[in-house]
């Protein structure tokens, strides 16, 4: 049976410089492709290069879709292709539907353009389409503008679009990976059940494990622009060839904590009673000029966090669980007790002694892009904390801490010449070693406790694990308490100690790690446990 | 080491602009000719830049000396363009050495051999204006006063509206309310009437002209510098600063405000040009510079006024084209450079 698509010696440049090499795939019709690696292993690029929709990438090669070479065809022919037989979904939902037309106009222009159809049965066809899609009140929603839609609600839509045409190949470019977990596995369904329905072909490009074993046929899996691997799903994963597959097999998150022996009188290095954080919120209509609303963001939190511990705050985006961490560093205003040792955040704050206690609590925060300025050297960025709490420390002996942190974090060995690394600005360094340069500039200062807001979610799966062992490792030596926030229960189940499950603003399940996600009595907990595996 | 080095974000910025030859090399020739206007006293001057007379050295470009030095009849000032006086200087084994254009931006030529305005002619190499004064002279002095004058205001402006924007941005809210809607008060406000207004109650100088421009040049940088400051402030690395302990004042320093600056050195070149093009109106409107002061503006308008005199309006209009052109350059290559999609290749 010849495939519907059959990709071969597929290269692809930039200014003459290859990043995919002569790869090669096919997709029989109705079938799942996966393919998968990490950030710049050219999985995107090699799918949207197919339709050209790469910019100024150098294409070669061939791509037979039903027997005609989409790289051989006219710009006008591939427009006929384009949407019609292949379609595409994006990551970000949000900016790929336009922010000015309803999303039932969008779907509308689809089917008249691609299907011929009149305005009223386009109409007609845009509410069966998103009610396909599992949207409720489909004739409501079509009128709705896409910020009117929550996140999983628009990749709804987006896939109903790109279903309008009756594809018969979807290339799905990391479709879920914008969404909240929960709504992971129900996006993935979908498709399945989409994809069995309308009996096409999906392309499915990602770099999350879990998504390959729970959606595709087959898997092929790239590595700096090569195709390392590529077989069944079931058979790869059981029995991986290439070393790199292995690896990357190997990359999830692995348990190594040990319970730390603290005397039993010692006061927790981190305590909340009754937390709360409110933010105000503009009322509508001519009440809002006059008072603000309020939104309670955190609502009535208590946590004990003691040193060498971990406390792992779990929850999706609005859980409040990224707000709970700026709170612990005193960054808002909040009311109940948030106590650091002996003193608590609000009267060092009225006693306007905050700088020491800011010296025990640091923070690394999830971005590694905007979390170290970007016009500061390494020396600068990671030696900052020294002048601002030991302003009397002469240079060289500053200059000596800072090397002595990027040792701890890995960055430098004892035998390098360290003058390199401290002239470095962020953009020279990659994601990884980003994330070590901030755990180096919270360490610097000797804290107690580490707010960890989702330390590891923008990094690759094998340098997450680097990371991860990385901070397991200082915890061990250094008797850090972490307050790791996160939504990946795999991180929660291989950092922490004690887990909060946190809903909307309030903690509904808490307890020893291994406890609560074994064995989890809420619902929403159920849900997100089972939505990572 | 040398071929590790490594680059901040301004020295990549740098060589990014020095990769476009039509933005370098404009800097380098506007760079150039504000030099030169600055020495404008050495290459246009009625005054010899050294005399040698009689077995004495003089310096009559930082010191008068009467006629009466060089043998003249009269206690005043030198009239160095006169023929006898010319005379006096060469004869026997004296000497003086003159500026290669002998005329300064005020100098009245008694001696010109042909009416006023005149057509360019050996002795004025450009002609002169409609009260006989060297055209060339004018342009280089009127060249520097435009420039200096722009440099003084895009510096005032740009100091204003960095330290406004700053203020806004960072502390936001009231602060940032109160200050937006004085801001669209102010701005409302008839600039132009203002300065006719002013220019008829005050006696009209440079520095009332820079004060007048300044207090309503500097909102537009402000709002760049406010949503830049508003972006950053709540960036991550500004969080971990404050988490770390650093007052305001250091963190707008050391972290917001070096993040903030792309659009106010984008702007620079272009805000220079605007503030010469702003002296030339005025000053062909009569509202600029005090009478007697050389300027582009006014020459402009002495062009309009004798239109059969084309030589004043076309080199007048030569030399503010090519200064604005060098400054679009210089922009355009600056706003590429510090374009932040743009990659290194």
């Known amino acids: ?533 | 080491m040398a071929t590790t080095a490594s680059l901040s974000p301004a020295r990549r910025a740098w060589q990014r602009f020095k990769r476009n030859r039509l933005g370098y090399w404009s800097l380098l020739a506007f760079a150039t000719l504000v030099v030169l206007s600055l020495l404008a006293e050495v290459l246009s001057n009625d005054r010899p830049l050294v005399v040698r007379y009689q077995g004495q050295t003089y310096w009559p470009l930082v010191h008068d000396y009467p006629e009466t030095t060089f043998g003249g009849d009269f206690e005043s000032n030198t009239d160095y363009l006169d023929p006898f006086i010319r005379e006096q200087l060469s004869k026997g084994g004296n000497w003086a050495v003159y500026a290669p254009n002998p005329y300064g931006p005020k100098t009245l030529n008694y001696f010109a051999k042909s009416p006023n305005p005149s057509a360019p002619t050996g002795d004025n190499w450009l002609g002169t204006d409609d009260r006989g004064r060297d055209l060339l002279a004018q342009l280089i002095y009127g060249f520097r006063v435009s420039v200096l004058f722009a440099l003084a205001l895009t510096a005032i402006g740009t100091v204003l509206g960095i330290v406004t924007g700053a203020i806004q941005g960072f502390f936001g809210g009231r602060t940032d309310l109160a200050f937006q809607r004085f801001i669209e008060i102010w701005g409302s406000m008839p600039e132009l009437y203002l300065l006719i207004i002013f220019s008829a109650v005050l006696a009209p100088s440079i520095g009332l002209l820079l004060v007048l421009l300044s207090l309503f040049g500097w909102m537009g940088l402000s709002d760049y510098v406010r949503a830049e400051f508003l972006r950053n402030r709540q960036m991550d690395y500004v969080r971990a600063a404050r988490a770390m302990g650093l007052t305001n004042w250091q963190i707008i320093w050391r972290h917001v405000l070096p993040n903030s600056l792309t659009p106010v050195v984008t702007f620079l070149p272009f805000r220079m040009s605007a503030a010469i093009l702003a002296l030339t109106s005025l000053d062909f409107l009569g509202l600029g510079v005090p009478p007697g002061t050389p300027s582009l503006g006014e020459l402009l308008s002495q062009g309009k006024n004798n239109i059969d005199a084309w030589w004043i309006s076309l080199s007048t209009f030569a030399v503010l084209v090519i200064t604005l052109l060098l400054l679009t350059f210089m922009g355009d290559a600056l706003r590429d450079a510090m374009d932040p999609r743009k990659q290194d290749t």
Request: aromatic share 4%; proline share 6%.
């Open chain 1, 1 to 533: 049976m010849t495939p519907l698509l059959d990709v071969r010696d597929l290269r692809v440049g930039f200014n003459g410089v290859d990043v995919v090499h002569r790869i090669g795939f096919t997709i029989q019709a109705g079938e799942k492709l996966a393919l998968v690696g990490e950030s710049g292993s050219g999985k995107t690029v090699s799918a949207l290069s197919l339709l050209r929709l790469v910019q100024n990438a150098q294409v070669q090669g061939s791509a037979l879709l039903e027997g005609r070479d989409l790289l051989q065809l006219s710009e006008r022919e591939l427009r006929a292709v384009r949407g019609d037989e292949v379609a595409v979904i994006f990551q970000e939902p949000m900016t790929a539907l336009n922010p000015l037309y309803t999303v039932g106009e969008q779907i509308a222009e689809v089917l008249q353009l691609k299907r011929g159809m009149t305005a009223a049965q386009a109409r007609q066809e845009v509410v069966a389409l998103l009610a396909s899609t599992g949207i409720p009140e489909p004739e409501r929603r079509a009128g709705a503008y896409p910020h009117q839609l929550s996140g999983g609600q628009r990749q709804r839509a987006m896939i109903a679009m790109a279903l309008a045409s009756r594809p018969k190949l979807l290339i799905a470019d990391e479709p879920t990976t914008a969404l909240d977990v929960s709504l992971r596995g129900q996006i993935l369904d979908l498709l399945s059940d989409l994809q069995r329905e309308h009996g096409m072909a999906v392309l499915l490009i990602t770099h999350d494990l879990n998504l390959v074993r729970r959606f595709a046929d087959r898997v092929a899996v790239m590595e700096r622009g090569h195709l390392v691997e590529q077989g069944a799903v079931a058979h790869v994963f059981a029995a991986p060839q290439h070393p790199y597959t292995r690896r990357l097999l190997a990359s999830r998150p692995r348990r190594d904590v040990v319970e730390p022996t603290v005397a039993a009188d010692q006061p927790p290095a981190l305590q909340a009673r009754q937390l709360c954080v409110t933010y105000p919120v503009p009322l509508p209509g001519v009440r809002g000029w006059f008072r603000k609303g309020v939104f309670e963001a955190v609502q009535q939190v208590d946590f004990d966090l003691a040193a060498g511990r971990t406390l792992g705050v779990v929850g999706e985006s609005g859980s409040g669980k990224s707000t709970l961490a700026l709170a612990a560093l005193g960054l808002l205003p909040h009311s109940g007790e948030l106590r650091v040792g002996q003193s608590d955040w609000a009267s060092a704050a009225a006693a306007g002694q905050t700088r020491a206690l800011r010296q025990r609590v640091q923070v690394v925060f999830q971005d590694p892009f905007s979390s170290l300025s970007p016009r500061m050297t390494v020396e600068q960025i990671v030696g900052e904390g020294l002048q601002v709490h030991q302003p009397g420390l002469p240079r060289p002996q500053r200059r000596e801490r800072v090397i002595d942190a990027l040792e701890a974090v890995g960055l430098l060995s004892p035998e390098d010449t360290p003058d390199a690394w401290l002239q470095r600005y962020p953009h020279e360094c990659s994601g990884g070693q980003r994330q070590r340069l901030a755990i180096a500039r919270a360490l610097i200062v000797d804290p107690q406790v580490l707010v960890l807001d989702e330390p590891t979610s923008a990094l690759d799966v094998t340098v997450q694990q680097q990371v991860l062992g990385l901070l397991q490792g200082l915890q061990r030596e250094r008797g850090l308490g972490y307050l790791l926030i996160t939504h990946d229960v795999d991180v929660i189940r291989a950092m922490a100690h004690e887990v909060l499950v946190m809903k909307e603003g309030r903690v509904v399940e808490r307890g020893p790690v291994l406890q609560v996600l074994d064995d989890p009595q809420h619902p929403y907990t159920r849900q997100l446990v089972q939505a990572a595996t």
